[in-house]
T-cell receptor, first 115, second 109 residues
């Protein structure tokens, strides 16, 4: 248990579907992140929120739409995805800015399959 | 861009020692992290280095040489539960982490 939860753990969707991934952290952190993890590739940072404000969009296609209603919750809304979007989507949180040993705490991820 | 390299796979025997190397070329440097990720689970924090030298934490140690852009994670007295992927990550600013592709370590009996 890292203090970061994600739902659902597994999701299968068609290319025309709309779905949402949810992340919740119970650590009192103010920064939250979405990462994409594909097999044999480095974790790719997608979005960063700091105090509910988006501070990073790493050239992510518009079919991925993040939402951060408060510092504890983060959503990733998905629509008209492509098969190559199939991956493990990880949420993480940290204190507002990384200082010293301050690290990011990860959730278990949502395994997404796009048919 | 950021470039972080680590071997793809390593295999070792229970009770042995394994050293996972990581080399990096990044636009900035504000610390290097190692994470452990078991299959189907979240990456979990193992170690942090920001100054040159060795940091020891039980069976795990991590070393950093900033001038060489090099780090290693040393796993001693390997146990079966150490079979996992080990991720090297560099913080190049105040919060952004850049990750290597991970090294899958398999521990054999």
């Amino acid at each position: 248990e890292t203090g970061v939860t994600q739902t659902p753990r597994h999701l299968v969707m068609g290319m025309t579907n709309k779905k949402s991934l949810k992340c919740e952290q119970h650590l009192g952190h103010n920064a939250m992140y979405w990462y994409k993890q594909s097999a044999k590739k480095p974790l790719e940072l997608m979005f960063v929120y700091n105090f509910k404000e988006q501070t990073e969009n790493n050239s992510v296609p518009s079919r991925f739409s993040p939402e951060c209603p408060n510092s504890s919750h983060l959503f990733l809304h998905l629509h008209t995805l492509q098969p190559e979007d199939s991956a493990l989507y990880l949420c993480a949180s940290s204190r507002e800015r990384g200082q010293g040993t301050d690290t990011q705490y990860f959730g278990p991820g949502t395994r997404l399959t796009v048919l | 861009g950021q470039n972080i390299d680590q071997p793809t796979e390593m295999t070792a025997t229970e009770g042995a020692i394994v050293q996972i190397n990581c080399t990096y070329q990044t636009s900035g440097f504000n610390g290097l992290f190692w994470y452990q990720q078991h299959a189907g689970e979240a990456p979990t924090f193992l170690s942090y280095n920001v100054l040159d030298g060795l940091e020891e934490k039980g069976r795990f140690s991590s070393f950093l040489s900033r001038s060489k852009g090099y780090s290693y994670l040393l796993l001693k007295e390997l146990q079966m539960k150490d079979s996992a992927s080990y991720l090297c990550a560099v913080r190049d600013g105040d919060y952004k982490l850049s990750f290597g592709a991970g090294t899958t370590v398999t521990v054999r009996a």
